[in-house]
């Protein structure tokens, strides 16, 4: 059958079980928009900003385990998606972003609303392209979508100029046949061997588990090898939920905030079994320092991960799930009690820190500490990037995968609450709560109008202290107190900000009320902003300074 | 730090090119030279380039590519194994006195005039990089005017193997 570009587009979204999608449209995808008009097959949630859209598909993608897709149209509408892509790209999250481009004859001349999106975001995606032929459309959408889920996911750009929309080709089914690219998911056999033999002959192994984990969903399995050997593990930011916290072995996130105990759980180990993660410099710090002592397994479903910022002694290029799940049921049961009871007394020893409010004060980590109390880990947690993400990594107590969501990688402000919008798309049947701080909340603040037009009851925690409170803390630390334009000066009025959007906002100044405020935002059906004013100097501690190592940790 | 080639099968499709490049260009490796062109089979394009780096970072570099989706092949070529070659056109000062002793360079190095004016020759040479380095030190003397040079193409020995 004959469809135009614009509708075969939306056809190979549905056919690939797609059924949400975050936009907004312009003048060179007005086809694709038409194609939308009154289609029963698909949700289209407009936003109110394309970085908006994309975090929220992103944000949707993390939450789901689905394929995240956004429309955009040409020009800003496409650069507007640039961070996004980055964002998704640094994270390996599968999205699929469609622009519209001028009409094929006015590429190249400077047109109204022309950027070379596809030279744009070569870098920043696992793949793109730009649809010359409408014949090749069906094609290209299966080749997109399959690239993007597979292998180490990814985002995938496809640039349609308007005319291509328009035009008419015949729509069938189409085979994804790519000879170069073939992910390898099984692993090297002999190389599994080896890691068991290596894990069975180590005596004080540490599991270093990053986002991988979540992304194949190796969750059981991790725990599984964990328990069965008496292993600890560490969590990469992107891991965080993959083992629940409770479980006496994990040891929480590791790196520049981690916890003293998993940052000594690595310095210590003869045995590093890293899986789905990649020795982030937020992770090592000085690479040679970490793990400086251990024989180190990588297990990674892409090559180029492995001896990249590393040498590895036993390397698998395979899926974390299958290979994970090998090494789990053929590793021998072990207590290795002396290495258990050392990491337990260092557990014991350096527990997560601050200095308790003198009643007149709120500290931040201990509004983290106070939605615990009330949620009970049965929540998905967005975040967004500062000291506040780090609060919320270190205290929240999380029970489940892909209830942590935060933008590791690139880092983007701004990224928590169109994630949360995402998120709560994708999974209405949980609470959806996004920890942030006045300066991200600030960078897609007008996303509140989305929140409150598609009535999502997400539940925003403002963590506020006036400040660009990370980089404010690093110029306390290591530049005398200059604080160089970190200071945002005196807030807006959050409250009012939030009901000129239509939602409900609380401000909370003192210790005794947050508690009840968190309970109070919980039962209230839509939107919550609850502004903490917090103490306003507040630090992140532990911290490891960038390259450096658990010898020059400040606490 | 060694100098690599890197023969790299990709499909013949638009921006493969850019997408090689931007790679090697945002990862900070340095290409020293860059070819492509079509092979035996029309959607399959051959990239030869030489990069300048150790051991550990040639691997990367080739994982690196190996990753992109349109690259079908990787391997790094074996200098004293394979045939290589660049064609250069140099076109150098020469007066009459020192037009035959120019000639008398190009033809050691089998090379061939391939324009001639007044002041100047136009010499057109095919070789390994040795030859072209060769040639291009001793027209040096007399003063190089421009110079084109297409970047190194090589394939593997075949005939000590098979």
Known sequence: MKKNGASIIIESLIQNGVNTVFGYPGGANIPIYDALYGHQGIRHILTRHEQGAIHAADGFARATGKLGVVFATSGPGATNLVTGLANAYMDSVPLVAITGQVPTHMIGNDSFQEADIYGITVPITKYNYLVKDVSKMGQIMAEAIHIATTGRPGPVLIDVPKDIQDMSAVYGKYDVRLPSYKPNVKGNTMQINEAIKAIDTARRPVIYAGGGIITSSAVKELVSLSRKGNIPVVLTLMALGSMPSEEDLNLGMVGMHGTKYANLAVRECDLLIAVGARFDDRVTGNPDNFAQDAKIIHIDIDPAEIGKIKQVEIPIVGDAKTVLGIIAEKVKSQPRKEWVEKIKKYKKDYPLKYKHSDKKVIKPQQVIEAVNDVIDGDAIFVTDVGQHQMWAAQYLKLKESRTFISSGGLGTMGFGFPASIGAVIGRPDKTVINITGDGSFQMTIQEMATAAHYKLPIKVVLINNGFLGMVRQWQQLFLGKRYSYTDLGESPDFVKIAEGYGVKGIKIEKPDEVKPAIEKALKHDGMVLLDFRVEREENVMPMIPAGGSIETIME | ?162
Not at chain 2, 23 to 35: D, G, H, K, Q, T
Not at chain 2, 41 to 65: A, F, L
Not at chain 2, 120 to 128: A, E, H, M
Not at chain 2, 132 to 157: C, D, H, N, V
Request: hydrophobic share 40%; net charge neutral; charged share 30%.
């Open chain 2, 1 to 162: 730090m060694e100098r690599r080639t890197l023969s790299i099968l990709v499909r013949n499709h638009p921006g493969v090119l850019s997408h090689i490049a931007g790679l090697f260009a945002r990862r900070a490796y340095n290409i020293e030279s860059i070819a492509a062109g079509i092979t035996e089979k029309p959607d399959v394009t051959r990239i030869t380039i030489v990069v300048k780096g150790d051991e550990r970072v040639i691997e990367q570099v080739v994982k690196q590519v190996r990753k992109l989706i349109d690259v079908i092949k990787v391997v790094e070529l074996d200098y004293a194994d394979s045939v290589t070659r660049e064609l250069a056109i140099i076109t150098v000062n020469c007066s009459k006195e020192t037009r035959g002793e120019i000639i008398e360079i190009s033809d050691v190095f089998n090379g061939t005039i391939v324009d001639m004016s007044e002041k100047t020759l136009t010499v057109q040479v095919v070789g390994n990089e040795r030859q072209i380095k060769g040639i291009i030190k001793l027209l040096s003397f007399f003063g190089i005017e421009e110079m084109a040079r297409t970047g190194l193409i090589a394939l593997p020995y075949r005939s000590t193997r098979d």
